[in-house]
């Protein structure tokens, strides 16, 4: 029997030999880095790892990495995906897309991506505006945005990734920031383990065209106070010093937002997050500043059978190609006649 | 006994005992309500006589609506069959026998009929009331609209339940059976075996018997009427001798499972696994149904969210080392237009198939055209070649989706296949090939890391290697974007770009070396007329060309099967020709090619009326040419 000993691989082993052509200080930088970093630590095989994207600056990653990647089209790329995985369920599929390609032009396909739990990462680098095509309002967009396209400000109300993402019935929503390294890496690391669909919202700057976009909960003087880091099972708490939680109003269905050691509450009255209710990852990924701090971590994971998975059920899985007899057999089922 | 053309066979005998008339060839249309089962009769029908041995052609002809208002003209269902002794190449002109279950199907279909064909009315069903709705203002049983033809009136719904006055059925569900009871007396005016369709019953309705039972009981008692009623002088059916086929095993056929299994069969011959995307559209979606639930022969078939999924999860799949085909009807195909760009510039396989439909957008959805044919050779944005292959009839289907098969992996290219509504819905009889028999195709995948070059051409082919992701060593990145021609890098280099521009055109183009020279279906390789043809006007076409050759006309029959690029040898062909007729179900597009490519005159002869070609039409318009 032979061995093989692996050489244990480290990020450079992910980086491809192109230049990488982001503005300089892009957001988008700080996540390549983050998954070159992350990748290692994974147990992965070079070779079974596909990126596929679309169109958009998040969508040049694949160039960026040393394995397979396929740049489609504009907001198609879950649908490349799918098909890659129906081909090769073994490929371990990422799908890069960005808040225009995946949610504008290529919704409907991130949708239903997501309802039918293919097994694959999707990344979505959300900056709140088109970047390509320099610079128009995305479907993130906070309405009153100025643009090329909206000079008088943006009327459309923009659609929160993470609840479109649940709405959509994602097994596995999760939320970092583009200059959160640890936390980037913790999420894929999360998102790679879940088997199904896993979808990662990544706010991420763009210097150019929407710089500082994010900074109102991301801005290292106010992230204490309204960033609220979840994890299963753990308070939800917040603040420099871990003194404010959530919790429900008695009387009422709201959550607000409740300062511990005031009015008699105590850590006890806060809510603990559950990682497998839907209910509770809808009310965390609704929460937005100034009233609430902007939920962070897995707010939802609960897995269930993948694409992949029911397919085998049905023997509609990856049968080998047929021969020869298994074709004539096919072609005689039902009344055949013989004329002599 | 005579044999003679069914379309002169007077239907009178002399005074005496029943007879059975001999006929060469017998044109039947079933026609009644989109809830008759009229199609499912049709279906029956042919399989009888199939199993008979005559050879046949059907066209199954119904509305969009599933369940259009009960009585109304747009809710007619029609199935039409020509079969006979003598090989049968279209569903026929006109029919000799017209069975309408309801005044509705008569004033829809009883034009088409021929004078004098026999046209059988369910007087039971022509209630003042049913009479006008289907708008007629008289009778037609009394006005003398019948008159032309030779009118059998019988109070089938009377009959039907007359026959099932046992069964504990409503009145609603014993009327139901009328399409059964139909089928029998047909059954019975051409001699045919009611066994396979009792079986048929049985299964159908396993879970119900009672209902089988009285489907059995109906169409006995129409039987039994023919046997013993008085009809017309003595009127003792017609008989139509098995034609003269080559050996071997046959089964009927529709043009979208020869399609599907054309498909599966060529997978196999290339020892691929196949990816089938695809979104629901009529007329393609039969396609699909024919595809889904055959995992087991290396399948996946997938339906997409839309059509744009539909190709790009193809396009996936490729990528992944798979055959990936996706399949709709002209709207859908130009909704995956950006999804061939990306299989065109990615350079890998891909089999679309378009199962064409007629007019724009919505048009005609279960109405037949040629109308894609631009689409398919042009519609796309930028210099975007690919190869375009079409079906001729439903056996055809088979083996055209071999070759594309063939095509899209040895030049790494999409592949349309043009089918059409009428394909992919009509029956004939197919003599099933053994597998074993045929060419594989070989497809070798790169594994080899050394010197590997993702654009990197072969010098006979032009096509590049084909790596399947997930292979070691072989690791790299492609895109719709323009790319380097051999590393694959992205590249705005102009002379790169004219490079790439010139080779996805002169790949295509160098098809034309690896398909058959262009041959002359029938008649001579140069002459006074060839008439040109590409899809389902072939029958017709051959019928016409057939009939004309026999009183002396010199014409001949081409027919292409590959639109584009075109056999190398189609140019001096067409040269030789004085006049070159093109009859399309289109307004004029292969003769625009034609005209374009060849500088010839070729003429064109164009319908849309969502109906094929009658043979008469092209007959008339070959008389007609002048020199």
Redesign the interface.
């Given at each position: 029997m032979n061995v093989t000993t692996k050489t244990p691989l480290t990020d450079k082993d992910f980086a491809?030999d192109?230049e990488v052509r982001w503005c300089p200080g892009c957001g988008d930088y700080a996540v390549l880095k983050a998954l070159q970093r992350a990748l290692p630590k994974m147990d992965v095989?070079?070779?079974?790892l596909?990126f596929?994207s679309g169109i958009g600056c998040s969508s040049r990653f694949?160039?960026y990495?040393?394995?397979?990647?396929?740049?489609?089209?504009h907001g198609?790329a879950?649908?490349?995906?799918?098909?890659?995985?129906?081909?090769?369920s073994?490929?371990d599929v990422w799908v890069i897309s960005g808040d225009g390609d995946g949610l504008s032009i290529g919704g409907?396909?991130l949708?239903?991506v997501l309802r039918r739990n293919v097994d694959l990462q999707i990344l979505l680098f959300n900056n709140e505006i088109y970047g390509l095509t320099k610079g128009q309002y995305s479907p993130t967009s906070r309405v009153g945005t100025k643009s090329p396209s909206t000079p008088r400000g943006s009327i459309d109300h923009p659609i929160s990734a993470a609840r479109f993402a649940l709405g959509a019935g994602a097994r596995f929503v999760a939320r970092s920031v583009d200059t959160l390294q640890p936390h980037l890496t913790e999420m894929f690391h999360r998102a790679h383990d879940h088997r199904g669909a896993s979808f990662v919202e990544i706010f991420q700057n763009c210097l150019v065209y929407n710089d500082g976009v994010f900074a109102h909960f991301t801005d290292r003087k106010v992230a204490a106070d309204r960033q609220l880091h979840v994890a299963h099972g753990k308070p939800l708490l917040f603040g420099e010093n871990k003194d404010k939680g959530l919790r429900i109003k008695p009387g009422t269905m709201r959550v607000e937002v409740v300062n511990l050691g005031e009015n008699g509450v105590g850590e006890d009255d806060v809510l603990v997050h559950d990682e497998t209710d839907r209910t509770v990852a809808s009310v965390l990924a609704a929460l937005e500043p100034p009233e609430f701090p902007v939920a962070l971590g897995v707010l939802f994971c609960k897995p269930g059978p993948s694409h992949e998975d029911a397919?085998a059920t049905?023997?509609?899985?990856?049968?080998?190609?047929?021969?020869?007899?298994?074709?004539?057999a096919?072609?005689?089922r039902?009344?055949?006649?013989?004329?002599? | 006994m005579v044999v003679t053309e069914a379309v002169s066979a007077p239907l009178e005998e002399k005074s005496g005992a029943k007879v059975r008339r001999e006929v060469l060839s017998v044109v039947v249309r079933f026609a009644g309500d989109s809830g008759d089962g009229i199609q499912l009769t049709g279906s029956q029908f042919t399989m009888s006589t199939a199993l008979i041995g005559n050879d046949l052609a059907t066209f199954p002809d119904f509305p969009a609506e599933i369940r259009a208002p009960v009585g109304t003209t747009y809710g007619v269902s029609a199935f039409q069959i020509n079969f006979g002794a003598r090989g049968i190449k279209t569903a026929g002109d006109e029919p000799d026998l017209l069975v309408a279950l309801n005044p509705a199907a008569l004033k829809v279909n009883l034009d088409a009929v021929r004078r004098g064909g026999v046209v059988v009315i369910d007087t039971g069903a022509c209630t003042p009331r049913s009479l006008r709705k289907a708008g007629y203002e008289g009778n037609p049983l009394e006005d003398g609209t019948l008159s032309p033809y030779q009118a059998i009136e019988i109070d089938i719904s009377q009959h039907t339940q007359e026959a099932l006055g046992d069964f504990d059925l409503s009145q609603k569900e014993k009327l139901r059976s009328k399409n059964m009871w139909s089928l029998g007396l047909v059954y019975w005016m051409y001699g045919r075996e009611r066994q396979p369709t009792i079986e048929w019953l049985r299964a159908k309705f396993a879970k119900r018997p009672e209902i089988a039972e009285a489907n059995i009981a109906a169409l006995n008692a129409g039987h039994a009427f023919g046997e013993t009623a008085e009809m017309s002088g003595g009127f003792g059916g017609y008989s139509v001798a098995p034609a003269d086929l080559e050996p071997g095993v046959y089964r009927t056929v529709s043009g979208s499972e020869a399609l599907a299994w054309g498909l599966v069969t060529g997978a196999g011959l290339a020892d691929l696994r196949m990816v089938f995307g695809s979104y629901p559209i009529t007329p393609a979606s039969s396609v699909l149904h024919a595809l889904a639930g055959l995992g087991e022969f290396g399948v996946t078939a997938f339906q997409a969210e839309d059509e744009i999924s539909a190709v790009c999860s193809a396009i996936g799949a490729s990528y992944a080392g798979a055959l990936g085909v996706t399949s709709s009807s002209g709207p859908g195909i130009a909704l995956k237009t950006e999804g061939i760009g990306l299989a065109i510039s990615a350079e890998l396989p891909l089999i679309v198939i378009d199962t064409q439909r007629a007019g724009p957008s919505t048009g005609l959805p279960t109405k037949t055209e040629q109308s894609d044919l631009y689409q398919a050779v042009f519609g796309r944005n930028a210099d975007s070649p690919v190869a375009v292959i079409a079906a001729r009839s439903p056996t055809d289907c088979f083996e055209v989706a071999i070759e594309a098969v063939r095509l899209a992996t040895k030049y790494m290219t999409p592949v349309i296949v043009l089918s059409d509504g009428y394909i992919a819905n009509a029956a004939e009889p197919w003599r099933i090939p053994d597998v074993e028999q045929l060419t594989s195709i070989p497809v070798k995948f790169r594994t080899d890391p050394e010197g590997f070059l993702p654009f990197k051409r072969n010098e006979e082919t032009g096509a590049r290697d084909w790596v399947a992701a997930g292979t070691p060593g072989l690791e790299h990145r492609i895109g719709g974007i323009e790319k380097d021609e051999e590393t694959g890098h992205i590249s705005y280099d102009p002379a790169n770009h004219q490079r790439m521009t010139d080779a996805r055109i002169g790949k295509i183009a160098g098809i034309a070396d690896d398909i058959p020279e262009q041959s002359v279906e029938l008649g001579k390789d140069r002459g006074r007329v060839a008439v040109v043809g590409w899809g389902s006007t072939y029958g017709p076409i051959n019928r016409a060309v057939t009939k004309l050759q026999d009183e002396g006309v010199d014409v001949s029959h081409i027919h292409l099967r590959h639109i584009w690029p075109m056999p190398r040898n189609l140019g001096d062909l067409l040269a030789g020709f004085k006049h070159v007729l093109v009859p399309e179900m289109n307004a004029g597009q292969l003769v625009t090619l034609l005209r374009d490519k060849y500088l010839i005159d070729a003429q064109g002869l164009n319908k849309v009326t969502g109906q094929p070609f009658k043979i008469a039409e092209i007959e008339a318009a070959v008389r007609g040419l002048e020199d």
């Open positions: 491809s192109q095989e070079k070779e079974k596909v596929v694949p160039y990495m040393a394995n397979y990647g396929f740049h489609t089209i198609r879950p649908a490349v995906a799918t098909g890659i995985t129906l081909a090769n073994d490929l409907n396909h949708l239903h397919l049905q023997q509609a899985g990856e049968a080998p190609p047929p021969g020869p007899a298994d074709l004539n096919l072609l005689r039902g009344h055949t006649w013989t004329v002599a | -």
